[in-house]
Structures are given as structure tokens and as C-alpha cells.
């Protein structure tokens, strides 16, 4: 690059104009002959438009910086405040639909649990009511429908016990 227009003897020692000179220095080495064709001021544009590229601003939060919050005090009347109450009931809206999830989610467990039950005791009261009538069967003679009807309810409940050792292993 030519001594005369070299961005580096007009640099600043500031951070943002040594990473300007790095970009373009990263430029002159994919292509030297890219800043010969121009001329001291162009070369400074180059400069100034790659220092204001790498001054990005980062911010990361529900509310701005605190010097945004004074620019937009100063342009809205009572700007700040306003943002401020906004802020706070966004907080307020999130929690309270936090708790109605964590709620929900406790209420869906409940019915499960519930439901989980009444199946076992309407589980058991079918099967000794089969059970029954199977040895009623077997007293009145019918042997073959006597037994079937007592070891089909024991054969599910076998069925059942082994199948939920089975899926809590898996678990």
C-alpha cells in the first residue's frame, strides 16, 4: 500500500480505530492493489465507515440502557416512568402465567393420580364380582364357564401387574 494514503499514520490509539486499521489491513492482504486506486480521502471514509460498523451497540433486557431511557425521558413527558410501570406489569403478566402453568400442570397430575385409582378400585370390584359368579357358576354345575370366569380376572390382573413392572423398568 502507498506510504501516503496508509490509514495507519492518521490512527488514533483508541480501540475502535485499531480494529478499523485491522479490517483494513484483513482487506490489503486478500487484495494489496484494492486501496492503491484510491485516493487519502477515500481511504478515510473506508476507515471512518468501518469504525462506525464496528461501533455496534449490544444490549440485552426488558428495559433499554439508562442513557436511552433519558433520551426517551427527554422526547416522551415522563418517558421513563412510563417504561418503568410497562416494565413492571410485563413482570406481572409473566409470573401470574407462570403460576397458572405450574397450576394447570399440578391439576393435570391430581387427575391422573384420581383417575389412576378409581380405575384400580372399579378394577377390583369387577373382577371379584366375576370371581363371584364364577364360583356361583362352579356351585350350580357349569364348571367350564366357572373356571374361565375366574381366571379370566386373574389372568388380568396378573397381566396388568406385569405389564406395569415392565414400564416402570423403562422408566
Known amino acids: 500500500m502507498d506510504e501516503s494514503i496508509n490509514p495507519e499514520n492518521k490512527a488514533s490509539s483508541d480501540e475502535q480505530s485499531q480494529e478499523a486499521l485491522k479490517v483494513i489491513q484483513a482487506v490489503e492482504i486478500i ?48 418517558g421513563a416512568d412510563r417504561m418503568m410501570v410497562m416494565a413492571e ?36 370390584i369387577i373382577s371379584v364380582l366375576v370371581i363371584g359368579g364364577g364360583i356361583y357358576l362352579l356351585s350350580i354345575g357349569q364348571s367350564i364357564a366357572g373356571f374361565a370366569a375366574i381366571i379370566t380376572p386373574i389372568a388380568g390382573i396378573i397381566a396388568a401387574f406385569v405389564y406395569t413392572k415392565n414400564s416402570e423398568l423403562k422408566d
Open 31 to 78: 487484495n494489496p492493489k484494492l486501496f492503491q486506486r484510491l485516493n487519502r480521502e477515500e481511504v478515510q471514509e473506508i476507515v471512518k465507515g468501518v469504525i462506525s460498523i464496528t461501533q455496534v451497540k449490544s444490549h440485552s433486557g426488558p428495559l433499554p440502557d439508562p442513557e436511552d431511557i433519558i433520551k426517551y425521558d427527554s422526547v416522551i413527558p415522563n
Open 89 to 124: 406489569k410485563s413482570q406481572l403478566m409473566a409470573e401470574k402465567e407462570q403460576d397458572f402453568k405450574h397450576r394447570r400442570v399440578e391439576n393435570l397430575d391430581k387427575r391422573k393420580l384420581n383417575q389412576s385409582g378409581l380405575g384400580q378400585i372399579f378394577g377390583f
